[in-house]
T-cell receptor, first 115, second 110 residues
Framework: GAGVSQSPSNKVTEKGKDVELRCDPI?????LYWYRQSLGQGLEFLIY????????KSGLPSDRFSAERTGGSVSTLTIQRTQQEDSAVYLC?????????????FGQGTRLTVV | GENVEQHPSTLSVQEGDSAVIKCTYS??????FPWYKQELGKRPQLIID?????GEKKDQRIAVTLNKTAKHFSLHITETQPEDSAVYFC?????????FGTGTRLLVSP
């Protein structure tokens, strides 16, 4: 596709269940980021993948959160044993080269609601 | 790690006024200075950026100015319009993870 694609757009889950959020970056983009945005708040960094380097996981809020990126392309963010405070919009972004020196393109986000 | 702050956190102006948002950062290695706009319910999008070898860049009603010595850069919007109402984020870049500023909510009243 022409842009960053995320799925699903919306996800409602019961507390305690696991969820998987998917991000399909722009073809050829080596950098991929996940952010969390609560209602009316800023962009909270979660994790950063750059090429074949080890990901920067310093933003993951707890060990219930994990992410992987297969083949340098699609990424999946997994949240285990979801809690109500996990409710937010999860945004994925990708960019060329080393990433932080070039424009980041965002997906439309996945709105996660934990009930 | 990079510490990024924006001021003000909210800004209300009348249509036609100018608006200025400032971003301060801590990493002296930063060499890319973008501003993103996020309209309500939409994804953030780049509106203007500048690199460290340039002090100022303009694009119609918006401009970005950079002071690398003081480690801050600013977004200037002239002749504001209601459609400029949004949250604006800075994201000074270098060779580490992309960290966004805390955001500035701009409200332009007709």
């Amino acid at each position: 596709g022409a842009g960053v694609s995320q799925s699903p757009s919306n996800k409602v889950t019961e507390k305690g269940k696991d969820v998987e959020l998917r991000c399909d970056p722009i073809s050829g983009h080596t950098a991929l980021y996940w952010y969390r945005q609560s209602l009316g708040q800023g962009l909270e960094f979660l994790i950063y993948f750059q090429g074949n380097s080890a990901p920067d996981k310093s933003g993951l809020p707890s060990d219930r959160f994990s992410a992987e990126r297969t083949g340098g392309s699609v990424s999946t963010l997994t949240i285990q044993r979801t809690q109500q405070e996990d409710s937010a919009v999860y945004l994925c972004a990708s960019s060329l080269g080393w990433g932080t020196e070039t424009e980041a393109f965002f997906g439309q986000g996945t709105r996660l609601t934990v009930v | 790690g990079e510490n990024v702050e924006q001021h003000p956190s909210t800004l209300s102006v009348q249509e036609g006024d100018s608006a200025v948002i400032k971003c301060t950062y801590s990493d002296s290695a930063s060499n890319y200075f973008p501003w993103y706009k996020q309209e309500l319910g939409k994804r953030p999008q780049l509106i203007i950026d500048i690199r460290s070898n340039v002090g100022e860049k303009k694009d119609q009603r918006i401009a970005v100015t950079l002071n690398k010595t003081a480690k801050h850069f600013s977004l200037h919007i002239t002749e504001t319009q209601p459609e400029d109402s949004a949250v604006y984020f800075c994201a000074p870049g270098g060779f580490q993870k992309l960290v966004f500023g805390t955001g500035t909510r701009l409200l332009v009243s007709p």
